[in-house]
């Protein structure tokens, strides 16, 4: 029977870098993947082939709005969506081979099959029939996640699609109706309403992008209107009726009343992801599970059964890769001894439409419901020097900090490119750093960053530039 340090049962971005890290610490590793290809949900499915559909068709709007004033002239840009869909598969699979060679150059053993808990210690192994079982001293449990579904909508992955589906639809729909204003539902609606698709988006709150900063969720939806979007907010959809040609779908307020019928040649529905546990056996291993689903750990990332860990999305937390990817790093150092960490205090979010949309640390509703004394300063692209001369310039970046020690709480962004601008905040909290330390480190001039310079500057009301 084959026998190692730990096994990895998952290789998304948690799973994979945690074999990596406990590699480079001296185990003998085994990664377990029922997926025909490495990587998980974010490589094949998620973060990767929506940013290569984000960059395209934001080269293909460009092209055919932004050229021209910038004195480019082109011929009106022509949509071979095969070719969209080759070029993102193009980086998909140059990923996946990423990981394939990071496998091997660590001498970590990949099982392509089922992995199931026999308990602490035994995985068994299955595919096409067959299974073995192999012992380790530790297990990490980095299964991810799934979509959810909404009751009585059945998703085909045609008509009615996940996110995955919405990754590789054959022809640009007319009109695409998305259930939920999250990160989903506001980057693929952009990519297809860039290719040439009406997106009216229902969500059930009144607002999009719950958790993210309130000032900011007004500009990102004020900008997505004017960018052709169609909210529905505080309503639900109910049923689609796909008996016809075109999809019905009832939409009902979210506090009741009166529903409506709208039209749609595909719905997506974007309502958020549960943690993926099946076929793990972990009922029978013994492994307790939280009400929510999610493989419940203490704060060293063990289960309930000694020897077995679980991160990423199927724990509690942010359903995002980096965070998933600093707890496989975190956990690989406890079971070899040192002290792993995650500071959850400063785990960025990203939004990777136009403009991005950034986010570090605490927004200004949690800060309030905290009843903690804050100042706030702001900046606008519209003041600074780049954005002015390449004219792009929506958005703003908010800095939040402590009304007495003027540490940083919280920073958050919209603007292009906004993404990138962000770490700047995350290692100055990570440090605890000050508005003022901010304010005073030298910024390169013309950057967009000067932006987030200014808007510490404006925490001490002495931003220049405005
Ligand atoms: P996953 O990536 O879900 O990987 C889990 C792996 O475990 C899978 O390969 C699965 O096949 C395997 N597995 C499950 N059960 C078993 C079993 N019993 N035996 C063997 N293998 C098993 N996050 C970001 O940070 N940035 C983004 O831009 C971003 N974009 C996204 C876009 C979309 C459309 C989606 C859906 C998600 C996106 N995410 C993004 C979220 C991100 O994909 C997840 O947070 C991340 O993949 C979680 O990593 P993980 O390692 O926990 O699990
Ligand atoms: P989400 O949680 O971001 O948003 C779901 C939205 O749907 C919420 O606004 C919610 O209020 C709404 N909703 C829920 N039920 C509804 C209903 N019945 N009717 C109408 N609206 C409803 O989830 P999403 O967008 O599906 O993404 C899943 C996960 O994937 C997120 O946790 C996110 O972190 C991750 N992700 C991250 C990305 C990034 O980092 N750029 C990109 C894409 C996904």
Redesign the pocket.
């Known amino acids: 029977m084959a026998s190692y340090d730990l096994v990895v049962i998952g290789t998304g971005p948690g799973g994979y870098v945690c074999a990596v890290r406990a590699a480079q610490l001296g185990m003998k590793v085994a990664v377990v993947e029922k997926n025909a290809t490495l990587g998980g949900t974010c490589l094949n499915v ?2 990767m082939p ?1 940013k290569a559909l984000l960059h395209a068709s934001e080269m293909f709007e460009e092209a055919g709005h932004s050229f021209a004033k910038m004195g480019v002239s082109v011929s009106a840009p022509k949509l071979e969506l095969p070719a969209m869909m080759n070029f993102k598969q193009q980086g998909i699979d140059g990923n996946v081979k990423g990981v394939e060679f990071l496998m091997k150059k660590n001498k970590i053993d990949v099982l392509k099959g089922t992995g199931k808990i026999l308990g602490a210690g035994k995985v068994e192994v299955s595919a096409d029939g067959k299974s073995q079982t192999i012992e380790t001293k530790s297990i990490v449990i980095a299964t991810g ?1 799934d ?2 579904r ?1 009751k009585g909508i059945e998703i085909d992955e045609k008509r009615i699609v996940s ?1 995955t589906g919405a990754l590789s639809l054959d022809k640009v729909p007319g009109k695409l109706l998305i ?7 506001l ?1 693929l609606g952009s990519v297809w309403k860039r290719l040439g698709a009406e997106v009216v988006v ?4 009144d607002r ?4 993210m900063d309130g000032e900011i969720a007004k500009q990102f939806q004020r900008i997505l209107e004017k960018q052709g979007f169609a909210f529905k907010l505080g ?3 109910t049923a689609v009726d796909t008996s016809g040609k075109t999809l019905k779908a009832t939409i009902e307020p979210a506090a009741g009343g009166a529903a409506e019928t709208l039209e749609a040649d595909v719905v997506l529905v ?4 549960v943690p993926y546990t099946d076929g793990l056996g972990l009922k029978e291993a013994g492994v307790a599970l939280d009400p929510r689903g999610r493989v419940q750990i203490d704060p060293h990332f063990a289960t309930s059964v000694k020897g077995v860990y679980a991160i990423g999305d199927v724990v509690a937390g ?4 980096h965070k998933a990817e600093d707890e496989g790093v975190a956990v690989a150092e406890i079971i070899a001894g040192q002290a792993g960490h995650v500071n959850y205090d400063v785990i960025p ?4 439409t136009t403009p991005e949309v950034s986010s570090v640390g605490k927004t200004e509703e949690e800060l309030k419901q905290a009843g903690v004394a804050y100042t706030v300063g702001k900046f606008p692209f519209t003041a600074n020097g780049r954005s002015k001369v390449n004219q792009t310039t929506d958005g703003f970046v908010k800095i939040l900090a402590d009304a007495k020690t003027d540490r940083v709480l919280g920073v958050h962004i919209i603007g292009r490119e906004a993404g990138e601008m962000i770490h700047e905040a995350c290692v100055l909290m990570e440090f605890g750093g000050s508005a003022e330390d901010l304010a005073r480190t030298c910024h390169a001039h013309p950057t967009r960053s000067e932006a987030v310079k200014e808007a510490a500057l404006a925490v001490g009301k002495r931003a220049i530039h405005m």
């Open positions: 998620g973060c929506s996640s979509i959810a909404l996110s259930v939920g204003a999250g990160v989903i539902g980057e229902v969500e059930f709150l999009i992008l719950p958790g309503a639900k959809v974007a309502i958020g992801r942010p359903m995002l890769a979010g990203v939004v990777y």
